[in-house]
C-alpha cells in the first residue's frame, strides 16, 4: 500500500490524467454515473443496510424466548399441546413486540442519515458543481478551501498555501502544508501531493484528483482492519455499572434458588428450570428497546423542531449540560451583518476604502464569510461593483487562523500590480510600515497606530465589527505570491458592520439560566463589541477574558479563573478549545454551539458538539447535533428534550430495578418457608411477558415541569439506592400477602395451585402499579401520566385478572379461579402498599432531596 501512493505520487500531470482516464476539466458525467453505479458509495465504512426479516429474526434471540422454547418443548413431550401453543403464542406475541419497536427506530434514524452528509466541489465537463460526497468517484476532480474535508484520497495538482489536518493519522496536531511537488519519503504521511479521506483543510486552496475512493482509501481500509470503539458516556458507564450489578445479584440468588431445590428437595430439574426463570424475572429485559425507544422519540421530536441528531446518544448528554459556550455571532445577533462605515485615518467616508475591500472580497476564492458577503452586498447595492471589470485577480494567498489575513493580487487595465489585505485591525497593523492620509502616503508612527486604534474602539463600543483594509504595489504578476509578501504594507482604512442583537435573545438566554444552564460567549471578536453586545442581551461582562491573557495562564490557573467570566474575546481556535476543556476539568457538562473551521477543536472537545446546515464541513462532521436554524431556542428545547428522554429512562430503571429486586427477596423468603415453588417458572414468564406490556408506553410518558429545571447526570448510586429501598417496601407487601394467602385464604400446603395463583395476581397488579408513585415525585392528581401510560397499565391489569381464569383448565399452568372476595384483600393490599410508598417517598424526598 505504501508503494503504490508513492508510486501515484511520483507521476505527472499527465500520466496521472491517463491513468485514471480524466482531464483538467474533470470526467463526465455519464462516466461518472457508470462508475459509481460500478464501484458503489463513496463512503469510507459501507452502510449496514437491514432487511425487516433480520429484524424479526433478531427479535427471537432474547434469552425470555429461549427459555420459553425450553418450556414448550418440556410441554410437548409430556404430551400438553394446548400448553405448548399457548406458551409458543407467548413467544411470538413477545417478540413481534420488539420486531415493531426496534425496526420503527431502525427505519427512522436510516431517513435521518439522507439528511446528514458531506458535500464536494467537483468539476465534470468543465463545471464546477456542488454534490454530496458520497456520490464521488475515481478520476473526479475536486476543488479544496478553508474548511473542507478530504471527501477521498486525493493526488494534488494544484495548490495555493495549503494546510492540511491530518491529525486523525499522524498524531501531530500542527497543520501540514501540501504541496504538487514530488518529495522522496517512506512515510506516506509525509508525501506532499497526496492528500488522505477524513482529514481537512485549515487554510489555502488545492485542486485534486481522486486516487482511491470509499473502502479503497486508506481510511476504509483502516476501518476493515480496526473496531473503533466510541468513547463511553457517563450514561454507558452507568448502565454497566447497573448491568454488572443485576448480573452478580442475578447468579448469587440463581444458585441459591438451585440449591434449595436441587439439593434440599432433590428435584435438580424444576430446581433449574425455577433458577433459570428468576434470572429473566430479576433482568429488566426491556431496557435495551426503553433506551431506543426514549432516543429514537427525542431524535424525531428535534427533527421537527429544526435539528437533526447525528449521534443518537448526544440527546441524553443534551439534557446533562450546564455551561453552553456559544460565538456571537448568529447565535445572540441576527446574523444579518450589515455595512455601516468605509473610512480612513482621519474617521471620514471614503471609497477608496470601500473598492479595496470590495475587490478583496469578490476575487477571494476561500469560504465566504459574513463580513466578505456584506460587502459584496453593499457594493452591489450602491452599484459600484461594476469596479471588478477593470481589474483580474492574479494571485491569493488564502485566510488562515493564525495570521488572521487574507490578500489577493489583482492586475489592472495598465498592467499594474497592487496586493490588497484584509484581516483585524490589530494584525493589519503589524504587516504595515506606511499609511494613507489626504492623498499622501505618510510613515506609520506610534501617534498613527494609536490614533487607529482610537477609531476602531470608537465604532467596536457602538457595538461594531471592525476590521481594516491594506495594499501594496507590485511590479510583477509573474512570481508566486506567498505570506513573506505581506510586510511593508500601507494602511488605508476601516471598514465597520453592525449586526444587530436578535429580539429575543435576552428572553431565551433567560429562559436557559431557569434551566440551570450557564450562557458562556467564545469569540474572535474585540471585546469592546462584544462587551456592548452582552450588556444589551442581559449577560455579565464584569470581566472579559482575552485570547492574550488565556495564552499567560496555566491550565490550573485558567480553570481557577473561567468560573466567574461569561465573556471570552479575541480567541483564536486553540484558545477557544483550551476553555471548553477547562470548564470540562471542573466537572460541568459543556456542549459547544460552533459553525466555522476554527470551531471543530472545541466541537470534538465538548461534551455535545452542535452545529448548523450551513456550516463548514469539518465543523459538521465534528458535531453531533445539527440545527437547521441557527437559535438558541432550539438549543433550548433540545436540552428540555434531553431531560425528558433522560427522566423516562430513569423511570424505568427506578420501577424495575425496584420491583425485580422486591420480587426476588420475596422468592428468596418464600423458598425458605414454602413446601412448593411460590411461582412455577411458567408462571413467572407469564407475569414477565404482561409486566412488558405496561412499559412499552413509559418513553411517552409526561414529566414534570419541576423535573426539567436543573442538569440531569447519571446517578448509579441513587439507583441502588433506590432499588434497596423500594424493593424492601414491596417485599414487605409480598409477606403480609403470603400471610394473607396461607392463613386466612387457606392457600397452604394442600393447595399451592391457590397460592401461586393469588400471588400471581397480587404481584403482577402491585408491580404494575408502581410505575404511578415512581414516575413523579407528585401525586397522580398533580401530575397526569400519558394516556399511552394509563392504557398500558390496563391492558396489564386485565390481563393479569383474566389469564388464570382463562388457562385455569391447563394443567401446564396450575392455575385456579380466584373467588371474587379475593379481589377484596388484593385491594385492601394495595392500599397498604400506596400508603407504605408515599411515606418511604415523603422521607426519601427529605432525605436526598429528589426522587427521579
Known amino acids: 500500500m505504501d508503494l503504490e501512493y508513492k508510486d501515484l505520487s511520483k507521476l505527472t500531470n499527465e500520466k496521472l490524467f491517463e491513468t485514471f482516464k480524466s482531464k483538467s476539466e474533470g470526467i463526465s458525467p455519464d462516466r461518472a454515473k457508470r462508475l459509481l453505479k460500478e464501484n458503489g458509495k463513496n463512503l469510507a465504512k459501507k452502510r ?71 458535500k464536494a466541489i467537483v468539476i465534470r465537463d468543465g463545471k464546477e458543481q456542488v454534490i454530496k460526497a458520497e456520490n464521488l468517484v475515481i478520476g473526479d476532480i475536486v476543488k479544496l478551501n478553508a474548511g473542507t474535508l478530504i471527501p477521498a484520497d486525493l493526488r494534488l495538482i494544484e495548490t495555493k498555501d495549503l494546510f492540511i489536518n491530518q491529525s486523525s493519522f499522524s498524531g501531530e496536531s500542527l497543520p501540514i502544508e501540501k504541496t504538487i ?32 475512493a470509499g473502502e ?53 430439574l424444576e430446581a433449574t428450570l425455577f433458577a433459570l426463570s428468576v434470572a429473566v424475572g430479576i433482568t429488566p429485559s426491556m431496557l435495551p428497546m426503553i ?81 466578505d458577503k456584506a460587502i459584496v452586498d453593499y457594493a452591489k447595492k450602491n452599484n459600484i461593483d461594476s469596479i471588478k471589470d477593470q481589474y483580474k485577480k492574479i494571485d491569493e494567498i488564502p485566510f488562515d487562523y493564525e495570521r488572521k489575513l487574507m490578500s489577493v493580487v489583482i492586475e489592472d487595465k495598465e498592467k499594474r500590480y497592487k496586493m490588497l489585505t484584509k484581516g483585524t485591525t490589530e494584525q493589519i497593523l503589524t504587516v504595515c510600515t506606511k499609511v494613507k492620509s489626504k492623498g499622501k502616503t505618510l510613515h506609520l508612527d506610534s501617534k498613527i497606530k494609536k490614533k487607529i486604534i482610537g477609531i476602531e474602539e470608537k465604532y467596536a463600543k457602538k457595538g461594531m465589527q471592525v476590521i481594516s483594509i491594506a495594499e501594496k504595489n507590485h511590479t510583477s504578476g509573474d512570481k508566486i505570491y506567498g505570506v513573506d509578501d505581506e510586510r511593508n504594507m500601507t494602511f488605508i482604512g476601516i471598514i465597520a458592520f453592525l449586526d444587530p442583537p436578535k429580539e429575543d435573545v435576552k428572553e431565551t438566554l433567560n429562559s436557559l439560566k431557569e434551566i440551570g444552564i450557564q450562557t458562556k460567549v467564545l469569540t474572535g471578536d474585540n471585546a469592546f463589541s462584544t462587551k456592548l453586545l452582552s450588556e444589551t442581551v ?49 466537572g460541568h457538562t459543556v456542549a459547544y454551539l460552533g459553525d466555522g473551521v476554527n470551531d471543530s477543536p472545541s466541537l470534538k472537545v465538548a461534551d455535545v458538539g452542535i452545529s448548523v446546515d450551513t456550516a463548514s464541513d469539518v465543523a459538521k462532521e465534528s458535531s453531533d447535533i445539527i440545527l437547521l436554524e441557527k437559535d438558541l431556542r432550539v438549543v433550548y428545547q433540545g436540552v428540555i428534550e434531553g431531560r425528558k428522554v433522560y427522566g423516562n429512562i430513569t423511570k424505568y430503571l427506578k420501577m424495575a430495578l425496584s420491583s425485580d429486586f422486591g420480587d426476588v427477596f420475596s422468592i428468596v423468603i418464600a423458598s ?45 448510586k441513587d439507583l441502588s439506592r433506590f432499588m434497596n429501598i423500594m424493593g424492601m417496601a414491596s417485599s414487605v407487601i409480598d409477606i403480609c400477602a403470603f400471610v394473607i394467602f396461607w392463613f386466612i385464604l387457606g392457600y397452604n400446603a394442600s393447595n399451592p395451585a391457590g397460592f401461586q395463583t393469588a400471588w400471581f395476581v397480587e404481584c403482577l397488579i402491585s408491580e404494575t402499579m408502581i410505575i404511578y408513585f415512581v414516575r413523579s415525585s407528585k ?34 399452568f396450575n392455575f385456579i379461579v380466584l373467588p371474587n372476595y379475593y379481589y377484596l384483600y388484593v385491594i385492601l393490599l394495595l392500599v397498604l402498599y400506596s400508603a407504605i410508598v408515599l411515606l418511604v417517598k415523603k422521607h426519601y424526598i427529605k432525605k436526598y432531596g429528589e426522587w427521579l
Open 48 to 118: 449496514i443496510n437491514k432487511k425487516w426479516y433480520q429484524f424479526l429474526i433478531e427479535s427471537f434471540n432474547d434469552k425470555f424466548i429461549f427459555i420459553l422454547i425450553l418450556l414448550a418443548v418440556i410441554n410437548f413431550l409430556l404430551s400438553d399441546k394446548l400448553g405448548t401453543v399457548i406458551i409458543v403464542a407467548i413467544a411470538i406475541i413477545s417478540s413481534l413486540i420488539k420486531y415493531i419497536q426496534n425496526y420503527s427506530v431502525y427505519k427512522f434514524n436510516k431517513t435521518l442519515e439522507t439528511r446528514i452528509y458531506s
Open 181 to 212: 511537488e514530488y518529495n522522496e519519503t517512506d512515510d506516506i504521511f509525509e508525501i506532499k501531493n497526496i492528500c488522505y479521506m477524513g482529514s481537512n483543510v485549515i487554510s489555502g486552496s488545492g485542486t485534486g484528483i481522486i486516487i482511491k
Open 216 to 268: 479503497n482509501t486508506y481510511l476504509g481500509k483502516m476501518n476493515k482492519k480496526t473496531n473503533v470503539q466510541k468513547t463511553k458516556t457517563s450514561f454507558d458507564e452507568g448502565i454497566d455499572k447497573i448491568t454488572t450489578l443485576l448480573i452478580n445479584y442475578m447468579v448469587i440468588v440463581c444458585l441459591l434458588v438451585f440449591l434449595v431445590y436441587g439439593i434440599i428437595r432433590h428435584d435438580f
Open 291 to 371: 433506551i431506543n425507544v426514549n432516543l429514537t422519540r427525542g431524535t424525531k421530536v428535534l427533527s421537527q423542531k429544526k435539528t437533526l441528531v447525528k449521534n443518537i446518544d448526544s440527546i441524553q448528554n443534551l439534557g446533562a449540560i450546564d455551561i453552553l459556550c456559544t460565538d456571537k455571532t448568529g447565535t445572540l445577533t441576527e446574523d444579518r451583518i450589515v455595512l455601516q462605515k468605509y473610512i480612513n485615518i482621519n474617521d471620514r467616508d471614503d471609497e477608496k476604502v470601500l473598492n479595496a475591500a470590495y475587490l478583496n472580497s469578490y476575487f477571494g476564492t476561500g469560504i465566504k464569510n459574513l463580513v
Open 538 to 586: 442581559g449577560l455579565d461582562n464584569s470581566i472579559i477574558l482575552t485570547g492574550n491573557e488565556v495564552d499567560k495562564l496555566t491550565d490550573k490557573q485558567l480553570q481557577r479563573k473561567i468560573e466567574k467570566i461569561t465573556i471570552f474575546a479575541r480567541l483564536n481556535p486553540f484558545q477557544k478549545e483550551r476553555v471548553v476543556k477547562a470548564f470540562r476539568e471542573n
Open 672 to 716: 425458605l418457608f414454602l413446601p412448593f415453588l411460590p411461582l412455577l417458572p411458567i408462571q413467572m414468564l407469564l407475569q414477565d411477558f404482561l409486566y412488558d406490556i405496561s412499559q412499552i408506553a413509559i418513553p411517552y410518558d409526561n414529566v414534570d415541569k419541576e423535573f426539567l429545571v436543573k442538569p440531569k447526570k447519571w446517578n448509579t
Open 779 to 812: 401525586s397522580i392528581l398533580k401530575s397526569q401520566p400519558d394516556i399511552r401510560l394509563v392504557l398500558g397499565t390496563l391492558i396489564t391489569i386485565i390481563g393479569t385478572i383474566l389469564t388464570p381464569i382463562l388457562l385455569h383448565n391447563i394443567k401446564t
